[in-house]
C-alpha cells in the first residue's frame, strides 16, 4: 500500500513541498482506514455518547465511566482481525495485550476481558485450526498477564472463512484520582518510552488493517504481524501501576498501530503541541533499523508517557526495578511534530494535519438484498437435534475453560451465563458485563439485527438483575467501496445506535474494522457491542431449582429470520419484529425487576437457537422441564428481549411484569429430561442426550 495520489497532493500543498520518505509512510498509515476512520467516521454521529456517568467518551485509548464519585471503570474494545488470520495464535494475543495496555494508558488496572470471535463454518478444517490457535494465544496471553477472560462469544459463518473476526474488550477500575488522558499538558515536558525494545515486527500494521486480505496473506503478510511477550506485559501492567501511585505520568498513549509515529504524534496533537524527537534515542533490539522502521514499528508492550523533566530520573528506575528498557526520545513542544534521525530532520509536520487531516470518503450506500426462501418441512426431533448440535448454539465450554476466569478474586459470576458478574467493593456495587454479536441476524437484515444484537446484549445484563451503564462497540466491515457493503455497514451502525440510545446506554466509545474482505468475499456486517451494568447483588443463575413453574417474559417474535434453525434448513424468512423504543425499555425493566425478586429461582434470557436452546441450558441432571408451545415459531424464534423465569409466586411475577406480557411454559421435573410438545408433537430429550448434541465443539477439537 502507497500513499494515494489525492492523499499526497494534499500533503504537498499543507507542506508546501513534498514529503520525506519517513513522512509520506507516516501519513500512509495514520491516514488509513485503521487509524483515521475516513469511511466510517461520518457514521458515526448516529451514537450517543453522553450521560451523568460518562467521565471520558470517544477518542482516547478507552472510555471512562463513574460508579461513584470516587471509583471510575474503563470500557474499551478492539479488533485483531488480518493479524489472526495470517498468524491465529500471534495475532490474538497481541490483540489482548493492546487492549489492556488502553486500559494502563488511561491510569486504569485491568480487572476483567471479554473476546468475541467469528470463523468460517465449523465443519472446515481451517475454521478449526484458526478457532484453536486463537483460543490458545488468548489463553496464553490472558493468563499469563493475570487478567481474567470471564464474558464473550464464538460464532460460526461460511462468510468468516476468508477472514475471521478477532474482538477483545477490557475493563479497568480506578480512582478519580488516578485518572491519566492521551492529551499532553505542557511543552518542555520530556517524552519517555517505556517497555520492550523497538524492532522490525509489525512493521506496517495500520495500513495492512485497512486493505482486502489476499490470497497469500497468510505467507506474504507475516511481517506485519506482532509478537507478543505476555511476561513483559505483565511487569508494565505493575510499573504502570507504580508510575500513577507516585503520580509521574503527566498523559500516557499505548504503542499500537502506527506505532511510535502514532501515538506520540496523536498525544501531542491532542494537547495542541508539537514534539521534538530523536529516533536514534529509541531503545531498540535490532541492528541498522532505519527511521520510518523505528517510526512504525508495532512492537508490543510499549508506553509513550508524557513527564515532568523533574520526574524522568524516577520513572527510569522504576522500570529498571520492574526489569523494563526505558528511553527518553524528546520533549513536547510548541510547533511541528519533528522526529530526527542520524542528525538530519525526517519528519517536520503539523501535528494536526498528521493526526487528525485525513479527509472522509464520500461513499454511496445501497442496502443490500436478501434472497427470501421458504422455510422447508421438518420433523420436530430432528429440528431439536439440528439446533442444539449447531455450532453457533452449543455449549462453548471448550473455549473459555482454556481461560482463567478467577483470577483476581472479583468474578462473582462465571462464563456460560447471560453475563458476567464482578465484584466491586471499592464502590459497594456488582458490575455485570456481556459481549457479542449475531451475524446471522444481521446477514439477513442489518439494520433490524443490529437493533437485535444491542437489545440481546442488554437483555443479558436485565436477567443478571443489572441496569446498563455504558457500552463500546468494535464494528466490522467489508469493502467500503462496495455500495451494498457499505450500506450494510451503515445499516449496523444506524441500528445499534438507535436501538442503544432508546435504552438509554451511552456507546462511550469503540472501534472500526473494514476492508474485511479475501478471496471467499465480504464477511457480514458484524456490529460487536461489549456493554456494562451494574447491579446490588447477585441475582439467580440459570439453572433450574426443580422448585418453581415455568414462564416466558417478553414480547413473543413473529418469524423466524436469522435463526439458527432457518441457517441450517437453508432458509430465509422476514427478521422478527422488534418492540418499539418505549417497549423495549419497559420489558428490560421488568426483567430487571423479576431477576432481582425473592420468588425468581431461576432466569435466563431467549436469543441464540430460540427457546429450544435457552430451556437446554437451564436443566440439569438432576432437574428437568415439560413444556407446551404452539408452533416452531414459538420455539425456535429467536427475538431477544425475552427470559424464561422458573418462579414460586406467579402473582409476584404478574404485578412486577406490568404490561409485559407472561405466558406459562410448563413445569419442572424431578428428571432430568427436556420434553417439548409443539401442536401435538411430543419429543423428550435427557440430560446425557442434550449434553452430547451441545458437545459438538469439545468432540471435534478436543
Not at 458515526?44 to 465511566?65: E, K, M, T, W
Not at 520492550?196 to 482486502?212: C, I, N, Q, V
Not at 485525513?358 to 420433523?379: H, I, K, S, T
Amino acid at each position: 500500500m502507497t500513499l494515494p495520489d489525492a492523499d499526497r497532493d494534499l500533503v504537498v500543498a499543507e507542506l508546501g513541498r513534498d514529503p520525506t520518505p519517513a513522512e509520506e509512510i507516516l501519513f500512509e498509515n495514520l491516514w488509513s482506514e485503521h487509524c483515521a476512520y475516513r469511511s466510517s467516521r461520518p457514521l458515526l454521529s448516529a451514537f450517543d455518547s453522553d450521560g451523568d456517568q460518562v467521565v471520558i467518551g470517544p477518542g482516547d485509548d478507552a472510555a471512562v465511566v463513574s460508579l461513584d464519585d470516587d471509583t471510575y471503570i474503563t470500557l474499551g474494545i478492539e479488533s485483531h482481525n488480518h493479524p489472526s488470520y495470517v498468524d491465529p495464535y500471534d495475532g490474538a494475543a497481541t490483540g489482548v495485550g493492546g487492549i489492556v495496555r488502553d486500559t494502563l494508558s488511561m491510569g486504569a488496572y485491568p480487572i476483567a476481558l471479554a473476546d468475541c470471535l467469528y470463523f468460517g463454518d465449523f465443519d472446515r478444517e481451517h475454521s478449526r485450526y484458526l478457532l484453536d490457535g486463537v483460543v490458545e494465544g488468548i489463553a496464553d496471553y490472558g493468563n499469563a498477564i493475570g487478567v481474567p477472560t470471564v464474558a464473550g462469544a464464538t460464532s460460526f459463518h461460511e462468510k468468516y472463512e476468508g477472514n475471521p473476526l478477532v474482538n477483545v474488550a477490557c475493563v479497568g477500575l480506578l480512582s478519580a484520582d488516578r485518572l491519566v488522558t492521551a492529551v499532553a499538558q505542557k511543552a518542555g515536558n520530556k517524552l519517555v518510552l517505556v517497555g520492550s525494545s523497538t524492532g522490525r515486527d509489525g512493521l506496517g500494521g495500520a495500513s495492512f488493517a485497512s486493505e482486502d486480505l489476499a490470497e497469500d496473506a497468510e505467507t506474504e503478510d507475516r511481517p506485519a504481524v506482532q509478537v507478543g511477550d505476555p511476561y513483559t506485559e505483565k511487569l508494565l501492567i505493575e510499573c504502570n501501576e507504580a508510575l500513577i501511585d507516585e503520580d509521574l505520568v503527566e498523559s500516557a498513549r499505548d504503542l499500537g498501530a502506527a506505532g511510535l509515529g502514532g501515538a506520540s504524534s496523536e498525544l501531542v496533537a491532542k494537547g495542541g503541541f508539537g514534539a521534538e524527537i530523536d529516533l536514534n534515542a529509541v531503545h531498540q533490539r535490532e541492528p541498522n533499523m532505519n527511521a520510518f522502521e523505528i517510526l512504525l514499528s508495532e512492537s508490543q508492550e510499549r508506553m509513550c508517557y508524557e513527564v515532568a523533566p523533574e520526574n524522568v530520573e524516577r520513572v527510569q528506575e522504576l522500570a529498571e526495578r520492574f526489569d523494563l528498557g526505558s528511553a527518553v526520545i524528546g520533549d513536547v513542544a510548541e510547533g511541528n511534530y519533528v522526529c530526527t534521525f542520524d542528525g538530519e530532520t525526517v519528519v517536520d509536520v503539523p501535528p494536526e494535519f498528521l493526526a487528525e487531516g485525513a479527509p472522509m470518503n464520500d461513499l454511496e450506500a445501497v442496502e443490500p438484498e436478501v434472497a427470501e426462501r421458504d422455510l422447508p418441512e421438518v420433523a420436530l426431533a430432528e429440528a431439536l437435534e439440528a439446533v442444539l448440535s449447531d455450532p453457533n448454539t452449543a455449549s462453548k465450554e471448550w473455549v473459555y475453560r482454556q481461560y482463567d476466569h478467577e483470577v483476581g478474586l472479583r468474578t462473582a459470576r462465571r462464563p456460560g451465563d447471560d453475563a458476567a458478574l464482578l465484584d466491586i467493593p471499592e464502590a459497594e456495587t456488582k458490575l455485570a458485563f456481556t459481549a457479542g454479536a449475531d451475524p446471522n441476524w444481521t446477514d439477513a437484515a442489518p439494520y433490524d439485527g443490529a437493533r437485535a444484537v444491542a437489545f440481546e446484549n442488554a437483555t443479558n445484563l436485565a436477567a443478571k438483575g443489572a441496569k446498563p451503564l455504558a457500552a463500546v462497540d468494535c464494528l466490522n466491515g467489508g469493502n467500503p467501496e462496495k455500495p451494498d457493503v457499505y450500506g450494510g455497514f451503515k445499516g449496523i451502525v444506524d441500528g445499534l445506535a438507535d436501538m442503544c440510545s432508546a435504552l438509554s446506554v451511552p456507546v462511550v466509545g469503540g472501534n472500526v474494522s473494514l476492508y474485511n474482505d479475501s478471496v471467499s468475499g465480504p464477511i457480514p456486517p458484524t456490529p460487536t457491542l461489549a456493554m456494562v451494568g451494574t447491579a446490588d447483588r447477585s441475582s439467580p443463575g440459570m439453572s433450574l431449582s426443580g422448585e418453581g413453574d415455568l414462564f416466558i417474559v417478553g414480547y413473543p417474535g413473529d418469524a423466524l429470520g436469522g435463526s439458527a434453525l432457518l441457517q441450517h434448513e437453508g432458509g430465509s424468512d422476514a427478521f422478527p419484529a422488534l418492540p418499539d423504543d418505549e417497549t423495549a425499555a419497559a420489558a428490560l425493566e421488568a426483567i430487571r425487576a423479576i431477576a432481582s425478586d425473592n420468588s425468581t429461582l431461576a432466569v435466563h434470557d431467549v436469543s441464540h437457537g430460540g427457546l429450544a436452546v435457552t430451556l437446554a441450558e437451564m436443566v440439569t441432571e438432576d432437574v428437568g422441564a415439560d413444556i407446551a408451545v404452539e408452533n416452531f415459531v414459538q420455539l425456535f424464534d429467536e427475538t431477544p428481549g425475552r427470559v424464561v423465569v422458573e418462579s414460586t409466586d406467579v402473582d409476584a411475577l404478574v404485578s412486577l411484569a406490568g404490561d409485559v406480557p407472561i405466558y406459562e411454559l410448563g413445569t419442572t421435573t424431578d428428571d432430568d429430561y427436556l420434553g417439548v410438545t409443539v401442536d401435538g408433537d411430543y419429543v423428550a430429550f435427557d440430560a446425557a442426550k442434550i449434553a452430547d448434541l451441545r458437545g459438538v465443539l469439545t468432540h471435534e477439537l478436543d
